[in-house]
């Protein structure tokens, strides 16, 4: 380009630029000459001698048979080069996927940054965030009435100790509503067929013991020539810890009249008594009945035990002005 046709100053370059989008739509070649690359400005540089034709490709002949419709590469190719270097987007012409419809893709099919973004790309997002999940156990089959029942006398009859209605029904895996009645109703079952033994509540659980009624054959069997009954001083003894539990040894002591420490160490030892604390005002140890003096005396609890008042005499009042 000469002096004379380039323009006097910046001012005028900018006038006149022509943005590209209201540039006319570049016409296909009419010969099959390889495309120059247009310059940054608008204005045509001087004309080029385009040389020997080549033998064009079927891709680059825009009428070729083949796909008519289909547009130049090379005017395409054109066309883009021309837009990036004006600072615009132009998008490609053809079967290239633009960047909006991958990102859609991969939200569509995984749904966040762990999705797919394409075909044939693995889920590695769903990996990482996927945890093991545990097979859920079968609820085990509920018994009929039958076989619950026969359950629940076979586990009574080889027990030590009474056993709560939530543990028989952990160990029959059946619902604790059923154990309770189920119970009762075996309970209620004995004592109508007049058996030797009867099933009652002891210590907060359950449990088969012999009736009143046989107890001296059950004594003679198990004796036999054994003395295992505690001594006067022990049942008087443990009669003031159940009555008046939790009492210290001075209490006992002051409610028998003597000294109760050996006493109270044999009633320790056979498991019928137990340390439950301290008293606050003196320090002294506190004791309290077991479990197992429930268990052995049949109660289901200290609420259980007989009243004192017909075992009193009928000048305790006298008795207890003349000992102040």
Known sequence: ???????????????????????????????SAPTTEPGPTTEPGPSTDPGPSTDPGPSTDPASPADPAAPSTAASVAVVEEAADLGAEVPL???????????????????????????????????????????????????????????LEAILLVVDEPVSELVLAQVLEQPAERIGPML???????????????LRRAAGGWRLYTRPEYATYVERFILDGQSVRLTQAALETLAVVAYKQPVTRSRISAIRGVNCDGVIRTLVSRGLVEECGTESDSGAYLYRTSTLFLEKLGLNSLDDLPPLAPFLPDDVEELADAAR
Do not use: C, Y
């Open 93 to 151: 012409q053809g079967p290239f996927p633009s960047k909006i419809e991958l990102v859609e893709g991969r939200g569509e099919e995984g749904g966040g940054d762990g999705g797919r973004t394409g075909e044939g790309v693995p889920d590695l997002g769903r990996k990482r965030s996927g945890a093991r999940v545990r097979p859920v156990p079968e609820p085990a089959p509920e018994l009929d009435d039958t076989e619950l029942r026969g359950a």
């Open 1 to 31: 380009m000469s002096n004379e046709e380039r323009p006097d100053s910046l001012a005028e370059q900018a006038a006149a630029w022509v943005p590209p989008w209201q540039r006319p739509a570049p016409a296909p070649p009419e010969d």
């Open 184 to 198: 009762d109703e075996i309970a209620a079952s004995f004592t109508a067929a007049g058996h030797g033994f009867e």
